[in-house]
């Protein structure tokens, strides 16, 4: 008995019927049987493939190059794919039309006894604007991506700032959504979430695009342009009254200010996320966040504070990986860490806060 069902679209206009709890081989023939006359009177060519106790893949081919797959397993789960190149409105009705009838035809053969009917929107592949991005755990994202503003090459990585409809511009460095004009919580959360005075201190930001010490000048070119609502006139001018940015390598810098005695009452490290891998032996980003750590607080005063970001907070083994290399560094700290939602991200983010370890108290 039949007591689920799922249609998803993908490609351009691609659908996804799920079924479970088939108990019988019989019931496959059935969902066969049942659903061969929609598709055939698409005029569309058909091969069927079975497997013994595995039950059918059948795929149905449009002299238009679209085309389903349907694959019907034994132990209740029917799946079919409809891929179309039509993106346009007539398209869109015909898909939508051909996937009314597999639902009627799926009620009408069970007698209305499914648990569930789930159809997906389309997943729009090969565009002109890319506008499907992965969150930090994995999950794909549609964004209302409306407007490619910006995409470079750098010696670096590949930079893009794409518009959407609700987050305004948003700065994606190599595949990683970095932050959108829509993204106060972000910065807010990585300099103390308002609870920090500032004035009159030294603070180090460390990447950042937006203003720091930022290795590519292209980043900075490009947000300097269009991402004006985060960072204003600051990088129009690299040097300031109170501030100056630099196009280095920041670990140079580090070294160099630890080397000069240079301390300062915050580092802003706005580099990379806490990395997903969980095996620090082996990934060459868990090596560089260790130094950063470790300069970081040779250049921090002993009341100093660093902020940084870590990571999405459902990726809890790669957030406590990196609280256990806090016990590594060269000097104790303490930390303490708060969990924001950032809108261009479509997840709960952790930041961290750390400082030195008061001694002799």
């Not at 960072?231 to 940015?245: A, F, I, R, S, T």
């Not at 630890?258 to 891998?277: C, Q």
Request: charged share 25%; proline share 3%; with cysteine.
């Amino acid at each position: 008995m039949v007591t689920s069902w799922e249609m998803r679209q993908s490609c351009y206009f691609p659908c996804t019927l799920c079924l479970t709890n088939m108990s019988r081989i019989a019931d496959c023939n059935a969902v066969l049987k049942a659903l061969q006359p929609i598709f055939q009177e698409q005029g569309m060519t058909e091969t069927v493939h079975n497997w013994e106790d595995h039950g059918y893949l059948v795929t149905y081919i449009k002299k238009n190059g679209s085309f389903a797959n349907l694959r019907i397993h034994p132990h209740g789960l029917v799946l079919v794919d409809l891929q179309s190149y039509n993106d346009d409105m007539k398209g869109r009705e015909e898909v939508d039309q051909l996937l009314n009838k597999v639902e009627e035809r799926m009620k009408e053969l069970f007698h209305g006894n499914i648990k569930r009917v789930k159809r997906l929107p389309a997943i729009l592949r090969g565009g002109v604007i890319d506008r499907y991005w992965p969150t930090a755990d994995g999950r794909l994202v549609e964004y209302d991506i409306d407007e490619v503003v910006y995409d470079e090459d750098s010696p670096f990585q590949n930079i893009k700032i794409l518009h959407s409809k609700q987050f305004g511009n948003i700065l994606i460095l190599s595949g990683d959504v970095n932050l959108a004009e829509s993204d106060l919580a972000y910065t807010q959360a990585i300099m103390g979430s308002g609870k920090e005075d500032y004035t009159g201190k030294e603070v180090l930001i460390l990447g950042g695009g937006d203003g720091g010490s930022n290795i590519d000048q292209m980043v900075i070119d490009g947000c300097k342009k269009h991402m004006r609502k985060t960072c204003g006139d600051v990088l129009d001018n690299l040097k300031g009254e109170c501030y100056q940015v630099l196009i280095e390598d920041c670990i140079p810098v580090l070294k160099r200010y630890a080397k000069e005695g240079r301390m300062f009452d915050y580092v802003i490290n706005d580099l990379t996320a806490v990395p997903i891998s969980t095996s620090p032996e082996e990934d060459s980003t868990w090596e560089f966040l260790r130094l950063i750590l470790d300069l970081s607080m040779k250049v921090l005063k002993q009341d100093g504070k660093y902020f940084t970001q870590g990571n999405c907070i459902n990726l809890t083994d790669a957030l406590t990986l990196y609280e256990e290399q806090l016990s590594r560094l060269y000097c104790p700290v303490e930390f303490s860490k708060e969990t924001v939602c950032v809108p261009s991200y479509m997840e709960l983010w952790v930041f961290y806060t750390i400082w030195k370890k008061q001694t002799g108290i």
